[in-house]
């Protein structure tokens, strides 16, 4: 639940006059997002979110951010798209926060997707991908390789309070995923956090994808490997091989993988579920009790990386 | 903040068909409110607020909160209107909880309200306390006499640890209340907890009441104190006499006070003072540290406690 700062009516009425957004009829904080604090607004002229960004976003980091959506949105892809004030700046500032107004959404992001909503989930991941081309700001991914190690250097004196033997196996995999890493395959935006609750439906027709604060450029295939860990595994830590041919399905039906990325899926979701257990263990042992965040088991994408380290072929996730 | 209960898309949908409410579009958990779970809904035809009645409820309770809003509104106060279902029932039940779906007013609360808006919320007050006349179902106030009394009984041993002396205070006080307080003046429907994010403001037009989850049958003029307390205080503690004033002739210009309601004010402000001291001193004693709540200061009330004891005549509030 997200509400970290709190804004008094009129300096949200000052700071939307910079704005052809109508008069202010209402605003509530939203219980959504964890890094920043939402509020849902309601004008004379439409329904907005404001976002403002606090201390955990690098504001230097905002331009590429809100440049992306704006460049998404003009390519076609279903995305908020930030207003611009009337001086054409994205970029405001509300209670000592970087500020944006961004567009509503409609749509629901489904607690129990099936395989046909991962088939348009892969759809619209490879729809950006391509929407994505031209994009000229560039954000390197701060979550790969060296910020893995960076991330782990941080944890691993601890990492055997939350499984014996973790130590060891965390460090073998690192240094076989160092050694395996594919550099040379297709690179392009990827979302880095398509998460379920990061793509939103209305009925079974996907309306739109959200959040795009861990964008950056990398494989295109590592956000199809991400993808896969975020959306084809049930509770119970089986993987689903109809939901995995449906995303890959999905997925190539708009942008085609090539042999060499098919290849590469195992060792890029092995990555991927190791970055999302590194911060998660990170988190679990940084976060003190009673905070107000919701921890988020780590050994889930331990889990998940050793079903991928047992993978022999790209078959195996459902693919042709 | 307070979304205690997160529902799925499919619970909500199907909760949705039993009313003409439309499509669902969207549906966001909002931070605020502090008994129940809250959700801002988007459908093809109309915003609404969905709650989600928590255990602090009292379920027999719901029929009288539900039904004054609809009895409220259909004599012209400004407030929630909760939806009926195509059945009639206003209530439904949605992950395990009775839940309503109630009409969205537009408007924000006032951080920083002035005496202005102390006016319009006096005569809101005295608006709200006519429309409640003929409404049939009764709910005596269990934050009364009987009430503190309880309460206190539960925080007395610990009290001094809030303050040296508290509790001889508070024991005379109760029983100085107890002997002095009036029990013939006009009584109706109260709101009983109308502070500042309880009304809500376009501009500086009062747009609504909220949240009559505290309503109950006791002393209208009880009411005005509990404003008193609520509104015409400022962070320092002091009394700003122009918003008293404001409250009160605001009130009057719509329902006139008797001379007795008159001359019972300072009693009846000592006892709401009395009453928001006691809830938050139990919550202070109780809430355990690093609860997912804030809690409130009770020395705030008891502060005000000791402001209108020391009040000699009603003039001193700023009436006339």
């Not at 739109?208 to 119970?236: H, M, R």
């Not at 042992?285 to 331990?302: H, I, N, R, S």
Request: a negative charge.
């Amino acid at each position: 639940m997200a509400v970290y700062t709190d804004i008094s009516e009129d300096d949200l009425k000052h700071f939307i006059a910079a704005y052809d957004a109508g008069e202010l009829l209402s605003y509530k904080g939203i219980a959504e997002g964890v890094e920043n604090s939402n509020f849902l607004l309601h004008t004379t002229k439409f329904p907005l979110i404001l976002t403002l960004y606090e201390k955990r976003v690098d504001r230097n980091d905002l331009p590429f951010f809100l440049g992306l959506m704006q460049h998404l949105a003009a390519r076609g892809l279903s995305c908020p798209l930030p207003l611009p004030r009337r001086d054409g700046a994205l970029l405001g500032e509300l209670s000592g926060r970087p500020a944006a107004l961004i567009s509503f959404l409609e749509g629901m992001w489904l607690r129990k997707p099936e395989a046909k909503h991962c088939r348009e989930v892969g759809k619209a991941l490879a729809a950006m991908h391509l929407a994505g081309e031209g994009f000229e700001i560039r954000r390197p991914n701060a979550l790969s390789l060296a910020g893995w190690r960076e991330l782990w250097d941080k944890s691993e004196a601890r990492a055997d309070e939350v499984e014996k033997g973790l130590s060891a196996e965390i460090r073998g995999e690192m240094a076989d995923l160092e050694a395996h890493w594919s550099k040379d395959l297709p690179a392009g935006v990827i979302h880095a956090d398509l998460f379920p609750d990061n793509v939103f439906f209305i009925g079974d027709q996907l309306s739109g994808l959200i959040d795009f604060y861990f964008a950056c450029n990398d494989l295109l295939a590592y956000d199809v490997s991400i993808c896969l860990n975020a959306w084809c595994f049930e509770k119970d830590g089986s993987y689903n091989i109809t939901k995995g041919k449906a995303l890959i399905e999905g997925y190539q039906s708009v942008r085609p993988l090539s042999a060499r990325e098919m290849e590469a899926l195992p060792v890029l979701a092995r990555g991927s579920a190791l970055r999302f257990f590194l911060t998660r263990l990170y988190d679990w042992l940084t976060t003190p009790a009673g905070a107000l965040v919701v921890k988020k088991d780590p050994l889930e994408y331990l889990r998940k990386l050793r079903f991928h380290r047992q993978i022999r072929s790209t078959s195996e996730y459902g693919a042709l």
